[in-house]
């Protein structure tokens, strides 16, 4: 997979592409990530990537002839190419108006075999960008960063971890929290002792036993991998209902987790 970054601000991925799992997966060549100076598409002797926007207002606007020029450069597809039902290849516009990134965003990704990210800044990006190059806009959060590069170092991640090969335990990426790809027993709730199902995370404890006068929960000391499955499951509900109760609309919950809820929430009135 190859990743294309389209930024003014090229020096910033030193940081993020260097450590951990996205260092690892380009250094095997899981991966690969291009990172392109939008300044080196310019023309002028100030090599300038902005301007002011028509009609006023406050702020600079990128300007849209070096994001197409690099484009152009990197031979990225026609969006037609783009937007067919086999296409490998997507260009995305980061931006606070996008659609959020979720983690089926970031499976959808990990299937294509190339990605460009375009870093918006300033006040924004000049709408041609939009309609006449990305194939959408993506944002990370509601909130407002200054500028894309964030972002794009936050997909990065985020996809790459997703290769096959790029973590050391296969299965542990269909185990995390938000993982539409957990697998699922015949009753309907993932099977394994560590499977999230959609939910976020349960709790995790390593050695010693006790510390602080906090003791590791008794079940997860016996070797019943089904009695851990449940407590698991039922901590992975608990910690969703409080911290993210709009995801337990995404998940189907057996007879037994609704009744789980139920109790919760009777516990919280009293």
């Given at each position: 997979?190859?990743?294309?970054?389209?930024?003014?601000?090229?020096?910033?991925?030193?940081?993020?592409?260097?450590?951990?799992?996205?260092?690892?997966?380009?250094?095997?060549?899981?991966?690969?990530?291009?990172?392109?100076?939008?300044?080196?598409?310019?023309?002028?002797?100030?090599?300038?990537?902005?301007?002011?926007?028509?009609?006023?207002?406050?702020?600079?606007?990128?300007?849209?002839?070096?994001?197409?020029?690099?484009?152009?450069?990197?031979?990225i597809a026609s969006r037609e190419a783009r937007l067919a039902p086999d296409a490998k290849e997507t260009v995305i516009l980061l931006s606070a108006q996008g659609a959020l990134?979720?983690?089926?965003?970031?499976?959808?990704?990990?299937?294509?075999?190339?990605?460009?990210?375009?870093?918006?800044?300033?006040?924004?990006?000049?709408?041609?960008?939009?309609?006449?190059?990305?194939?959408?806009?993506?944002?990370?959060?509601?909130?407002?960063?200054?500028?894309?590069?964030?972002?794009?170092?936050?997909?990065?991640?985020?996809?790459?971890?997703?290769?096959?090969?790029?973590?050391?335990?296969?299965?542990?990426?269909?185990?995390?929290?938000?993982?539409?790809?957990?697998?699922?027993?015949?009753?309907?709730?993932?099977?394994?002792?560590?499977?999230?199902?959609?939910?976020?995370?349960?709790?995790?404890?390593?050695?010693?036993?006790?510390?602080?006068?906090?003791?590791?929960?008794?079940?997860?000391?016996?070797?019943?991998?089904?009695?851990i499955r449940r407590w698991r499951r039922r901590k992975a509900l608990e910690k969703t209902r409080r911290f993210r109760p709009d995801l337990l609309r995404q998940v189907a919950?057996?007879?037994?987790?609704?009744?789980?809820?139920?109790?919760?929430?009777?516990?919280?009135?009293?």
């Amino acid at each position: 997979m190859k990743f294309e970054i389209l930024t003014i601000f090229p020096d910033f991925f030193r940081g993020p592409l260097d450590y951990g799992i996205v260092r690892r997966a380009r250094e095997t060549g899981l991966m690969d990530v291009g990172v392109h100076d939008l300044r080196a598409f310019t023309h002028d002797r100030h090599r300038t990537v902005d301007d002011r926007p028509f009609g006023g207002g406050e702020g600079m606007v990128l300007k849209p002839e070096p994001i197409f020029a690099c484009a152009e450069e990197l031979q990225i597809a026609s969006r037609e190419a783009r937007l067919a039902p086999d296409a490998k290849e997507t260009v995305i516009l980061l931006s606070a108006q996008g659609a959020l990134f979720t983690q089926e965003v970031a499976e959808r990704l990990a299937r294509l075999d190339r990605v460009a990210l375009i870093c918006g800044r300033y006040e924004g990006v000049d709408e041609r960008v939009a309609e006449g190059l990305a194939d959408r806009e993506v944002s990370v959060g509601d909130f407002v960063l200054s500028g894309g590069e964030l972002a794009a170092a936050i997909i990065v991640d985020a996809v790459t971890r997703l290769l096959p090969g790029a973590l050391g335990n296969e299965a542990s990426a269909h185990h995390e929290s938000f993982s539409a790809r957990a697998a699922l027993a015949e009753e309907g709730v993932p099977s394994s002792t560590c499977a999230s199902g959609g939910l976020l995370d349960y709790p995790h404890y390593t050695r010693p036993a006790e510390f602080a006068g906090m003791p590791v929960p008794e079940v997860l000391l016996q070797g019943n991998h089904e009695e851990i499955r449940r407590w698991r499951r039922r901590k992975a509900l608990e910690k969703t209902r409080r911290f993210r109760p709009d995801l337990l609309r995404q998940v189907a919950l057996t007879e037994e987790e609704q009744d789980w809820l139920a109790a919760m929430a009777r516990d919280t009135l009293k």
